[in-house]
C-alpha cells in the first residue's frame, strides 16, 4: 500500500483510540519514524499532510534533513552520544531521547550557540530492561528538575519505549507507569513542563492512547518493513 494511504489509515486508527478513551482526536500527534528510508518517502509522507517525523541515527539524518528542505518537524528518537550533541541541536527541532544530564548540558550550550531553543523530553527506561536507553524511573525527578533549568531547552514530557509483547495490551501497565510518573514530576516543575507523552510504536500504538500518549511514534506501519545494510 501507499504511504498515503498507510497515513489515513494511521491516522484513522489514532482518532478512534482518542475517542474510544474519551479524548479527542487533536491530543495525539502522530510521528512519522522515517529511520532507514530515503528522503524520497519522507516527501511522499509530506506531501500526503504529515508533517512530523522521527529519526533515530545521527548520520543518515545529516544527510536525509537536508535532502527533503524545508517544511517537516523533525524528532530525535534515538540513543544520542553527547559528541553528537552539536549536529543534532542544528538539525533536529526536538530531541526525546535525553537520558543523561551531561547528554542535556551538551544540547543546551549547542542551542545557545546557534541562538535557538531545542525542545527536550526525558526517555525513561520503564520496562527496567538493561539493552535500552533511558533513566531509570527513581532518577527521572532529579533529571527533570536540572533539565528545567536550562536556559536553550524547553521540556515538554517524557519518552518511554516499553519491552515487545506479542500482544500490545500488556505494555499498558508500562504506560500507565509513565503517565503516573509525569503526573508525579509535573508537580515540582514549571507548567507544561510534562504536557507531553510520547508513547506507543506500529504494533502497540493504541494501547498507549488509552493509556494517555500525546505523541506516537510510528514507522513500520507507515513506511514498511525496514532493510538494514
Ligand atoms: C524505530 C522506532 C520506532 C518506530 O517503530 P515501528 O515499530 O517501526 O513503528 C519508534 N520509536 C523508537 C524509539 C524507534 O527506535
Redesign the pocket.
Same mark, same amino acid.
Given at each position: 500500500m501507499s504511504i498515503a494511504v498507510n497515513l489515513a489509515l494511521i491516522t484513522a486508527r489514532i482518532a478512534a483510540a482518542a475517542k474510544a478513551s474519551g479524548r479527542k482526536p487533536e491530543q495525539v500527534r502522530l510521528v512519522a519514524?522515517s529511520?532507514t528510508h530515503g528522503p524520497g518517502a519522507v516527501k511522499e509522507a509530506l506531501a500526503a499532510g504529515q508533517i512530523l517525523f !522521527?529519526e533515530?541515527y545521527v548520520q543518515e539524518a545529516q544527510d536525509k534533513i537536508p535532502a527533503v528542505g524545508p517544511g517537516p518537524s523533525w524528532h530525535f528518537? !534515538?540513543h544520542l552520544q553527547s559528541n553528537k550533541a552539536k549536529v543534532v541541536a542544528e538539525l533536529f527541532d526536538v530531541v526525546q531521547s535525553v537520558d543523561r544530564l551531561k547528554l542535556a548540558k551538551a544540547l543546551d550550550r549547542r542551542a545557545g550557540e546557534l541562538g535557538r531553543k531545542l525542545g527536550v523530553l526525558l526517555q525513561v527506561n520503564v520496562g527496567g530492561e538493561a539493552q535500552k536507553s533511558g533513566c531509570a524511573p527513581a532518577e527521572a525527578a532529579n533529571l527533570a528538575q536540572e533539565v528545567a533549568k536550562l536556559e536553550h531547552l524547553e521540556l515538554t514530557g517524557l519518552m518511554t519505549?516499553p519491552p515487545f509483547f506479542d500482544d500490545p495490551q500488556r505494555a499498558r501497565p508500562l504506560f500507565a507507569q509513565l503517565r503516573e510518573l509525569a503526573v508525579r514530576l509535573g508537580r515540582d516543575l514549571p507548567e507544561g513542563a510534562m504536557r507531553h507523552l510520547s508513547m506507543g510504536?506500529?504494533?502497540d500504538f493504541e494501547a498507549a492512547i488509552a493509556e494517555g500518549a500525546t505523541l506516537v511514534?510510528?514507522?513500520?506501519?507507515i513506511f514498511g518493513q525496514r532493510e538494514y545494510s
Open positions: 519514524v529511520k !522521527g533515530n528518537i !534515538g519505549m510504536m506500529s504494533g511514534r510510528v514507522g513500520t506501519a
